[in-house]
């Protein structure tokens, strides 16, 4: 009986022993200040109170695994990383020491506030990380930016659901005050979710998006638009035979409508006059050029070249083509565009239905980048999406105007696609921009055969087509016999190569073979001897007759 009392005490004696050591190894108040700006970025200072009941080789306290910035006590904090948090080297305080310990930790985490799969903002901080050692108690302050419109919930590494009920929580303003009603768990981790208004922070939305399904409906807009045009537009490319000869009938100013049922280029169609003896062509001194009558014209021209030839000289022997008569003209024939019937089967609305649904996907494009920017701004979306629109237009017409010498849109084009590109980026939507950038561009080009043709409309682009691949590839020994045959043949064939925009690439295809004076193009102070000088001479002039006719809307009510 002795020795089972003995055993007893003993026993109790250990026990004694044992649990105060472990009650006493415990935090007794943490309490945490987190302050978010407007583009989601917390600062938080932690300040907390631990117990060690005996010395600890290494103490620890854990921190959120995405915490950058680390301090304690005002220095920068020696910080491990393990498991799913970051852990606080507790050594400069306690000293290798027992006892009680108060210490304050400061970081930052980025990207608290992002977007979930509905596009919605959702504000997501740790409070608890899962220190070692229960708490004696627990509290925190949150600020935002803005007024706090929706009620916190809190997800506990212990209770999963329901921890509400184990807090105290208050929300005034834009504070959201919490404080534990009972003693935290040991490893105990809390993790609090807000939902919260985009207007309140602009620099995190831009990652947002302002609706789920807008890729999906990006993709079918294009869908759509690529079907429509295999349908309906889709033109049969013919093979392009070696031509050295302009086509049959039709002429340099003709090329828009033949190629892409645009109107007619008047100043082609004028030096297409000049070369058939119509008129001749002076570039003065001053830079000025003048158009010289030098017979009318008859029967064996069109009658819409008859009325726009009578329209430029009327009663006059010699007409500024650098001045606002001749700018009116090329406009007022550039947007005629002629019946198209023996041409194409397609209609011109079918291209611009195209055209439509094609700008579409920008016009989504655009809404996108909108939701980056400010998820809940209306008015910001239906900005950027006709902004988009009016991108995408661009950028088809610079892929349509490859195949003709007014590469304006080209240029024009690049640009919005750059400073969309820029836009795109900045809101994080570049992803989607590119290929629909892609896809205005390749839609330009598949509209710049302007569709499904005729047998004459097919064969016309086949001589065309043909007409363009000789003059960019054509072997100087060739065209020396041809020189041979006709000493005017590069000036033939020259308005056609300016026209289809491989000027440059013909003439040097002659080298610095000397050809001789041009009879319709007259140039008082110089005389070009070389087909590169003759071609350089050509595309100023064009460039000056057309230069009052391509100004800019503002400037011409200016006046300039």
């Known amino acids: 009986m002795k020795r089972l009392i003995v055993l007893l005490l003993a026993g109790a004696v250990c026990l004694g022993l044992v649990l105060p050591a472990a009650a006493r190894s415990q935090a007794g108040q943490l309490s945490t200040q987190a302050l978010v700006d ?30 950058e910035s680390v301090v304690l006590g005002g220095s920068p904090a020696t910080v491990y990383n393990a498991a799913s948090a970051r852990w606080v080297s507790l050594k400069d305080v306690t000293r290798g020491n027992a006892g009680t310990f108060s210490f304050t930790i400061g970081y930052t985490l980025h990207g608290v506030v992002a977007a979930d799969e509905e596009g919605d903002l959702i504000l997501t901080l740790e409070l608890l ?16 930016p803005g007024e706090v419109t929706h009620d916190p919930t809190f997800t506990s590494g212990y209770y999963q659901t329901g921890a509400e009920d184990r807090l105290r929580i208050s929300v005034q303003g834009d504070t959201i005050a919490i404080s534990s009603l009972e003693q935290v768990k040991d490893h105990e981790t809390l993790v609090m979710t807000l939902p919260v208004e985009g207007r309140m922070f602009p620099g995190a939305a831009r990652t947002a998006r302002v609706l789920g399904t807008l890729d999906l409906l990006l993709a079918l807009a294009v869908l759509v638009a690529a079907v429509y045009y295999l ?56 830079g000025r050029v003048v158009l010289h009558k030098r017979m009318d014209m008859g029967n064996e021209r069109s009658p819409f070249e008859n009325r726009c030839y009578k329209n430029l000289f009327g009663r006059r022997k010699m007409v500024d083509a650098t001045g606002e008569h001749y700018a009116r003209l090329v406009r007022a024939v550039g947007r005629k565009v002629p019946p198209l019937g023996e041409i194409y089967r397609t209609k011109p609305r079918d291209v611009k239905i195209f055209q439509a649904l094609s700008a579409l996907s920008g016009v989504l494009s655009g809404v996108a980048i909108a939701g980056a920017l400010a998820a809940h701004s ?14 995408a237009l661009a950028v088809q017409a610079a892929g349509r105007c490859l195949l003709l010498r007014d590469r304006r849109p080209l240029a024009l084009g690049l640009v919005c696609a ?33 569709g499904k043709r005729t047998p004459l409309g097919q064969q016309a682009l086949k001589e065309i087509l043909g007409l363009r691949r000789f003059m ?28 289809l925009g491989v000027d440059k690439r013909f003439a040097r295809r002659f080298g610095r073979l000397r050809l001789p004076e041009c009879t319709y193009l007259i140039q ?16 100023q002039t ?8 391509h100004r800019l809307p503002l400037d011409r009510l200016r006046g300039r």
């Open 472 to 499: 960019g590839k054509v072997s100087k020994r060739e065209l020396q016999q041809y020189l041979k045959n006709d000493p005017g043949y590069f000036h033939d064939l020259a308005p056609y190569a300016l026209a």
């Open 542 to 549: 064009v460039k000056d007759m057309d230069a009052k006719a």
């Open 418 to 450: 750059l400073l969309w590109l820029v836009l795109g980026v900045w809101s994080g939507e570049w992803i989607g921009a590119v290929p629909v950038l892609a896809y205005q561009f390749l839609a330009g080009i598949g509209v710049a055969y302007g």
């Open 378 to 391: 209306t008015w910001l979306m239906v900005l950027l999406g006709l902004a988009g629109g009016a991108v």
């Open 38 to 67: 407007r583009n989601g970025i917390c600062a938080v200072t932690l300040t907390a109170t631990v117990t060690y009941d005996e010395p600890v080789t290494s103490p620890v306290f854990p921190i959120p695994a995405g915490a």
């Open 129 to 144: 990380s899962g220190f070692t050692y229960p708490m004696e108690g627990f509290q925190a302050e949150i600020r935002l």
């Open 231 to 286: 349908i309906v537009l889709r033109p049969k490319l013919p093979r392009r035979p070696w031509r050295p000869t302009a086509p049959d009938g039709i002429s340099a100013g003709d090329l828009p409508t033949w190629i892409m049922g645009a109107g007619r280029d008047l100043t082609m169609l004028v030096v297409t006059w000049a070369r058939l003896g119509y008129l001749r062509i002076v570039v003065e001194d001053t």
């Open 524 to 539: 008082s102070h110089q005389r070009p001897a070389t087909a590169g000088e003759w071609a350089q001479l050509l595309r």
